[in-house]
């Protein structure tokens, strides 16, 4: 199957990194190319690219989509370890971050990946394509982890009844496709639910960032991304559900905090600056023409952060 993916808010998000034509940048979600694509061909001959993903199949379809930039260099890793990846290439400081952190639509329509709900699959949803898959967790984990999982990552209200459900199920017989997983949520949540979005897709949603460990890579990726950054180098989020979202706007409000004196104190002792400034105080959404073009794009989020003079300590 041809790994393909739309890129999401692509005028926006390489607009948003105010590119050099001789900076250094970074996609730490390369995925097809898109946007890696569109980066490299701003650069000249003193400018470089790196892409990342943690998807083999992934890292085969950017390598080949950038095979004619000999600015750009495609590497197999999990942005979470972008501070590594960087030191191993000589690099200190770059210019500009950019993170997708949306599934691919070749991940998704790729039945033997297991991400999707609308399907019969192997139930995996394993990015790397490598460690624990969605199987495991289903069949392993407790009731009381799963409906810890489904509750904080999936935001999902009836989240006790369906991992009740899903241990009920797999003392019969394992939980191993993604229909099979599909059946059980459907009957676990009320009719008068089933009305509303489609009731798998917050199950769906948490299982997939508990396999893939998606809230510990984005809080190290966030962390290692922005203090690579060099003076008034920027960094891009482009998130697709309110998890990921709130942790990144939080992140960036921090990072662009400065005194931490209390309220009352008539002046500032501590001396801390900002160690960043947002680009634009509101997150950019897609447009309605990209919306209709794309209508995985509905959700996504765009966050731009700029590193200030200040050295990050």
């Not at 950019?284 to 995985?296: A, D, F, M």
């Amino acid at each position: 199957m041809v790994f393909s993916h739309i890129p999401v808010m692509l005028e926006e998000a390489v607009g948003g990194l105010d590119i050099k034509p001789d900076g250094v940048y970074v996609d730490c979600t390369a995925g097809g190319g898109g946007h890696s694509r569109a980066i490299a061909e701003k650069l000249n001959s003193l400018g470089r690219l790196v892409a990342l993903d943690r998807d083999p199949e992934a890292v085969s379809a950017c390598s080949e989509r950038l095979s004619g930039f000999k600015n750009a260099q495609v590497i197999h890793s999990n942005y979470s370890d972008l501070r590594a990846v960087l030191d191993t290439l000589g690099i200190d400081f770059v210019d500009g971050v950019l993170m997708d952190l949306g599934v691919s639509s070749h991940q998704l329509d790729d039945r033997e990946r297991g991400f999707s709900y609308h399907s019969d699959s192997p139930l995996d949803m394993r990015m790397s394509m490598t460690g624990v898959s969605a199987s495991d967790v289903v069949n392993n984990f407790s009731e009381k982890q799963l409906a810890d999982i489904i509750f904080r990552y999936g935001d999902e209200k009836f989240s006790r009844q369906i991992a009740r459900s899903i241990v009920r199920h797999r003392e019969e017989m394992p939980i191993t496709t993604t229909s099979q997983l599909a059946d059980i949520v459907r009957e676990s949540i009320p009719q008068r639910a089933r009305r509303e979005k489609n009731p798998c897709r917050k199950t769906f949603q948490a299982i997939r960032i508990e396999v893939n460990g998606e809230t510990e890579h984005l809080k190290k990726g966030l962390s290692e991304a922005f203090s690579s950054l060099r003076p008034h180098g920027r960094l891009a989020v482009i998130t697709f559900h309110s998890l990921e979202d709130r942790l990144v706007k939080q992140q960036f409000a921090q990072w662009c905090r400065g005194c931490t004196c209390p309220p009352d104190f008539p002046q500032c002792v501590c001396g801390k600056k900002p160690l960043g400034t947002l680009v634009s105080g509101k997150p950019l959404v897609p447009s309605q023409r990209e919306v209709e073009k794309n209508t995985r794009s509905r959700s996504a989020k765009l966050r731009i952060i700029e590193r200030s003079e200040v050295e990050i300590v």
